[in-house]
């Protein structure tokens, strides 16, 4: 009967040999069910081949890791779900065995259909040969490994007496590795209640022996073996780092340290694995922890889907796009802000599940010490942003606007938006667009979280003097500065060059990050929004400005609900106050693909 079920699984199993690696990413429309992993070829290659007695569509590559993995197909996406159900189901592949995509693959060890074949005859082999699997002397199936083979089975009153002989640690050990599978979700206590007991039920089933819910000591052998060969091909070893005060385990067939650079620990990919490691370490107190949160969400690793979740003391940030996925952790404890960050290739997502799960259940700050931000020389910048070494996700482009309501509504021109994916007021607040006049060249943007500028602008109602002083509140060099620069100059005229009544001449010297600041009086009084020059404009003298008058500039706003305030102008203020009016009424606004 055995014979028979082998033999029906192995005809359903046969399908046409496909090309090797050539082909393994080529648009993902191929995977391959990954059985098994050795640290060496000659291993690798017995196993296949005995694998081969049951499964004619065995191959083997050599994969990134050093490790040599067997592995069944290729097969549709759909397929490959359904085959691995199936073989799981049946009991006849490890329980560790998954979907890979063949990201990780190298050369062939063994080419499809080649373990079909005798090494020393030549000749074809397996099922439909003459061959069987009971033949003396046969090579064992995945699931008669010699380690646990030698085991007796048990009834499942006896496996509950040898499971009472098994130490705090060893329960452990098999909490952990049903976690590190899939079928296990809460704290490795080694107390056996409910959780445990249905765990190990649904590992059997998936085993296809009766759920019990008591491991065999032969099953508890299986699982561990097949624990400590998924850890060992991803070389998943507890690393302590004395510098930055953390143990955790990493992958470290995947991963190599690479350097320090306070606050992160890095480690790079290792032989083209595709995986980074940054470990967080730096003392701080609350206000450090929610801008480490922000900052670290302007990383080029951290895409801006996925969820994100800030507590008082901790925070988690998962981010996915189609190229780059990522995970961090950090939190605060007795002055020290210590965390981790993983990056993969979604591609990888079923490894580095198991990969995330041993981490954050190993992840242990120790000790009263944290990276010494001297321990390194870094620039003031790199200080400053605490993103050495690191690409920060960067804007198409940066411009200036004007707060001009409590909520935060702002108004900018309508370059500061043209062509953006997306809209943010100052670096953080995401952005709609409500309103743009391509006549006035303005935009209205509406903060999707109502926001409380510190000042919002009041403007001038009187037709100022000629010739008097005025200030531009912008952002010259866009994000690189915290906070808005005021350039002093004069205003030349209330016209543009060829007579625009909405246009003020201004003679100062400006950048195009200003663009769309307010124009300010000595009273702090909006005099306009600093535009472009027009289109067409001759090539004109260092310090030609041009801003937009302010009853043109408030003309759209009440269709929004918004009225603007007023001010027919007043004494002149002290030159800080009049920096903080600019300061406070100046938005940055920045364009994102």
Known sequence: MMRQAIFLLWLAAAVPAAAPVQAQVEAQAQVWVQIEARPTEAEADERARAYAEVFPDVSGYRLSSGWYGIVLGPYGPDVARLRLRDLLGAGMVPPDSFIADGRNFREPFLAPGEAMRSPVTGEPAGPGTGQVLEEEGA??????????????????????????????????????????????????????????????????RARGVEATGILTARQRAALLDAYGRAQAELGLETVTEEEAGIRIVLPTSLVTFDRYEPPFVHYAPKDGSGVQVMLLSEPGDQDTLFGLYDILQTLEVVPREGTRERRETSFTIEGRSAEIASYTHAELRGGMIKGYMLVWHPGDDERMARVLTAMQSSFRPFGDRALDPGMVELSDEQRRGMLAGLEVRKPRHARSGIFVDAKGTVVTGAGAVAGCGRVTLDREHEAEVVLTDADLGIAVLKPVRAMAPRVTASFRTDEPRLGSAVAVAGYPYGDALPAPTLTFGVLDALSGLEGEAGLRRLSVATKEGDEGGPVIDGSGAVLGMLVAPPDGARQLPAGVSFALAPEALAARLPELGILPRTSDGGSTLAPEDLARLGDGMTALVSCWD
């Open 139 to 204: 090579a064992p199936g995945p699931e008669e490994a010699p380690e646990t083979a030698l085991l007796p089975d048990e009834t499942p009153a006896e496996a509950r007496q040898s499971e009472q002989l098994l130490t705090l640690g060893e329960r452990q050990e098999l909490q952990a590795a049903l976690q590190w599978f899939g079928f296990y979700g809460s704290s490795i206590d080694g107390a056996f209640g409910s959780g445990t007991r249905a765990s190990m039920a649904a590992w059997q």
